[in-house]
């Protein structure tokens, strides 16, 4: 199943930050209820942009907490509305 965003938009993957997460995990025991504090902003992958600002495989980086998720059958997408961008991550020169 295909998503198409459209009015301002953007789909993104949040698999960027999985990389990240598994380097942070610790090897201490902790209670089965911790839940590590969530940053309050997320890096993610663009997938598709209607206005095509951003190309598929860019890093975005936008408030963690305007996140949307959408669940159509067994099909999970996100999307984040484009004036939420905070930045463009991208590789040193």
């Known amino acids: 199943m295909l998503l ?3 009015n301002k938009w953007i789909q993104v993957a949040l698999d960027f930050d999985e990389t990240e997460q598994a380097h942070e995990s610790s090897l201490i025991a902790l209670p089965e209820d911790y839940k590590p504090e969530e940053k309050p ?5 663009v997938v598709c942009d209607s206005e095509k600002e951003y190309r598929y495989g860019d890093v975005i980086v936008f408030p963690t907490h305007i996140i949307r998720e959408i669940k ?3 099909c999970i997408f996100h999307l984040v509305e484009r004036s939420h961008v905070m930045a463009v991550v991208s590789a040193e020169k």
């Open 4 to 6: 198409a965003p459209t």
């Open 41 to 45: 902003y997320k890096a993610v992958s």
């Open 72 to 74: 159509l059958r067994e």
